[in-house]
């Protein structure tokens, strides 16, 4: 069943690339949404059919490819990566309905977006590191065409720099993963038969290192954060959030599937490193927020900072912290999702984003009291307040991080109240306040607009008072994950000795 999670949106793209006659574009996001639909009921069957009490891999698919290299069609997913692949179904579907109907070159715009979710579903589920690789490498052209043709004023420059930083990236992970397989001698690159045991501990703090400076780049961490600004401020809300909401969880699921999975004994090294710097990139990104006057580009800094906390946590390496990680890639995922859809309506209904010009949109007659009650909600959520899925998250990274690293802890809580800050500005500025009277009714929110955004808005909700409908997918994986981890820490340190 994972093959139909990448054969659907593929051939989905091929058809709507290829379907004879001048379709209207209203036409083809019917075409796309089907395909979108049948995506997102595969992968809920998925979740129907996942053994909660099984920790391993499920779904396993395998195919001989090129032996001669070491690379196969191996597919499986574990609780790690299921709710990713759930993630990227749903926002599939969110980025669909947040471009609105009459966008330039359907054809291409609809293919691109169907053919990103393969790559990031491929991605996510590929169980041989250089199938990991090709799949993490498909979505680059994808969205850099993306932004190029349907981005803003300095488009141009945006996804050149977008193009450049990730290509770096893939070519890094490409290294480091070569680096493990040739080092060992290994004849396949399967998840299953690779390993770092046979190499000495400074040659897997070499690779290790490459890893996270590729992985670094696609999360953003500070300092390898500047292309994130400028793509996400440039392109469509649309693809802003596949960006933010996606994206950048395949550097953090790297992260944790090849860097701390991979490279246990290494990874104790440099954690401490690890802490500070993902304790860098939540205060950096929580202060260049406040700066801001441009809302987009407001939420673009404050992602740079909420992927700060899935770094310190992963650091820390404990059971609690783990599941926090990958429960913070969800609950960020979702949020960031509706603050980029909610920025789009903003920015199309009023034709700004200024947040000197921005004011009184909560007007319950002249202005977007529904928007603004949701862009409200996910304020909230974002900066953790209890009830929404933002504060377990939170709460689970900060209490399984802080026995191991009790000081970046600290500076990140301190940081998540900086969160509340910038919201209060962006919320006072655009929602309250006195209505320009020269705007005498801003144009209608539409219910392709607004459904979206209030599903998003249910999910958090519900996710946030029941969050273990949430965690329960996740906890078995991550707590042998962090079993197997200790496992080997204890008996390198033994051997040391």
Same mark, same amino acid.
């Given at each position: 069943?994972?093959?139909?999670?990448?054969?659907?949106?593929?051939?989905?793209?091929?058809?709507?690339?290829?379907?004879?006659?001048?379709?209207?574009?209203?036409?083809?996001?019917?075409?796309?949404?089907?395909?979108?639909?049948?995506?997102?009921?595969?992968?809920?069957?998925?979740?129907?059919?996942?053994?909660?009490?099984?920790?391993?891999?499920?779904?396993?698919?395998?195919?001989?490819?090129?032996?001669?290299?070491?690379?196969?069609?191996?597919?499986?997913?574990?609780?790690?990566?299921?709710?990713?692949?759930?993630?990227?179904?749903?926002?599939?579907?969110?980025?669909?309905?947040?471009?609105?109907?009459?966008?330039?070159?359907?054809?291409?715009?609809?293919?691109?977006?169907?053919?990103?979710?393969?790559?990031?579903?491929?991605?996510?589920?590929?169980?041989?590191?250089?199938?990991?690789?090709?799949?993490?490498?498909?979505?680059?052209?994808?969205?850099?065409?993306?932004?190029?043709?349907?981005?803003?004023?300095?488009?141009?420059?945006?996804?050149?720099?977008?193009?450049?930083?990730?290509?770096?990236?893939?070519?890094?992970?490409?290294?480091?993963?070569?680096?493990?397989?040739?080092?060992?001698?290994?004849?396949?690159?399967?998840?299953?038969?690779?390993?770092?045991?046979?190499?000495?501990?400074?040659?897997?703090?070499?690779?290790?290192?490459?890893?996270?400076?590729?992985?670094?780049?696609?999360?953003?961490?500070?300092?390898?954060?500047?292309?994130?600004?400028?793509?996400?401020?440039?392109?469509?809300?649309?693809?802003?959030?596949?960006?933010?909401?996606?994206?950048?969880?395949?550097?953090?699921?790297?992260?944790?599937?090849?860097?701390?999975?991979?490279?246990?004994?290494?990874?104790?090294?440099?954690?401490?490193?690890?802490?500070?710097?993902?304790?860098?990139?939540?205060?950096?990104?929580?202060?260049?927020?406040?700066?801001?006057?441009?809302?987009?580009?407001?939420?673009?800094?404050?992602?740079?900072?909420?992927?700060?906390?899935?770094?310190?946590?992963?650091?820390?390496?404990?059971?609690?912290?783990? %599941?926090?990680?990958? #429960?913070? =890639?969800? &609950?960020? @995922?979702?949020?960031?999702?509706?603050? *980029?859809?909610?920025?789009? !309506? $903003?920015?199309?209904?009023?034709?700004?984003?200024?947040?000197?010009?921005?004011?009184?949109?909560?007007?319950?007659?002249?202005?977007?009291?529904?928007?603004?009650? %949701?862009?409200?909600? #996910?304020? =909230?959520? &974002?900066? @953790?307040?209890?009830?929404?899925?933002? *504060?377990?998250?939170?709460? !689970? $990274?900060?209490?399984?991080?802080?026995?191991?690293?009790?000081?970046?802890?600290?500076?990140?809580?301190?940081?998540?109240?900086?969160?509340?800050?910038?919201?209060?500005?962006?919320?006072?500025?655009?929602?309250?306040?006195?209505?320009?009277?020269?705007?005498?009714?801003?144009?209608?929110?539409?219910?392709?607009?607004?459904?979206?955004?209030?599903?998003?808005?249910?999910?958090?909700?519900?996710?946030?008072?029941?969050?273990?409908?949430?965690?329960?997918?996740?906890?078995?994986?991550?707590?042998?994950?962090?079993?197997?981890?200790?496992?080997?820490?204890?008996?390198?340190?033994?051997?040391?000795?």
């Amino acid at each position: 069943m994972l093959s139909c999670l990448l054969l659907f949106p593929i051939i989905g793209a091929i058809i709507i690339a290829l379907i004879p006659g001048k379709l209207e574009s209203s036409r083809l996001r019917q075409i796309t949404t089907v395909f979108a639909f049948i995506i997102f009921g595969v992968t809920v069957w998925l979740l129907t059919q996942f053994n909660l009490s099984d920790s391993g891999w499920q779904f396993s698919e395998y195919l001989p490819w090129a032996d001669f290299i070491g690379l196969s069609y191996s597919l499986a997913v574990d609780g790690l990566s299921l709710p990713l692949i759930a993630l990227n179904s749903l926002l599939t579907i969110i980025a669909i309905y947040s471009i609105g109907e009459n966008v330039e070159r359907p054809r291409l715009y609809y293919a691109l977006t169907l053919l990103i979710n393969a790559g990031i579903t491929g991605a996510l589920a590929a169980q041989n590191l250089l199938l990991f690789v090709i799949f993490y490498e498909l979505e680059l052209i994808p969205f850099y065409l993306m932004i190029a043709i349907w981005g803003g004023e300095k488009r141009g420059y945006a996804s050149t720099k977008f193009l450049l930083y990730t290509a770096v990236s893939g070519l890094l992970v490409l290294a480091a993963f070569l680096g493990i397989g040739l080092l060992n001698g290994a004849s396949s690159f399967d998840y299953n038969i690779i390993t770092t045991e046979g190499l000495e501990l400074n040659i897997k703090l070499i690779l290790l290192t490459v890893l996270l400076i590729g992985f670094g780049i696609k999360i953003p961490l500070v300092p390898l954060h500047t292309w994130l600004p400028d793509a996400y401020t440039e392109a469509s809300p649309a693809v802003t959030l596949l960006l933010g909401g996606i994206l950048a969880k395949l550097g953090t699921y790297g992260l944790i599937r090849f860097g701390l999975q991979l490279f246990p004994d290494a990874w104790a090294i440099v954690s401490p490193g690890l802490a500070i710097i993902g304790t860098v990139s939540v205060l950096y990104g929580a202060l260049s927020a406040i700066a801001q006057k441009d809302i987009k580009r407001m939420v673009a800094y404050s992602s740079i900072g909420h992927m700060g906390y899935i770094l310190v946590a992963a650091a820390a390496g404990t059971q609690l912290s783990i %599941l926090g990680a990958v #429960a913070q =890639m969800v &609950s960020h @995922g979702l949020i960031l999702a509706l603050l *980029f859809h909610l920025v789009g !309506i $903003v920015e199309r209904k009023v034709g700004t984003r200024d947040l000197d010009v921005l004011n009184g949109l909560m007007n319950p007659v002249r202005g977007l009291p529904l928007t603004s009650a %949701l862009l409200i909600t #996910a304020g =909230m959520a &974002s900066a @953790g307040i209890p009830g929404l899925v933002g *504060f377990v998250a939170e709460f !689970i $990274v900060f209490q399984g991080s802080f026995a191991t690293f009790p000081i970046p802890t600290i500076l990140c809580i301190i940081a998540s109240g900086l969160t509340a800050v910038y919201f209060v500005i962006l919320l006072n500025s655009t929602c309250f306040g006195k209505l320009d009277n020269k705007q005498a009714y801003y144009p209608k929110v539409l219910p392709s607009e607004t459904i979206p955004a209030l599903v998003l808005t249910l999910i958090i909700i519900v996710l946030g008072v029941q969050p273990n409908w949430l965690l329960k997918w996740i906890e078995p994986t991550t707590d042998l994950l962090a079993v197997n981890v200790n496992k080997i820490e204890q008996v390198a340190v033994n051997s040391e000795q």
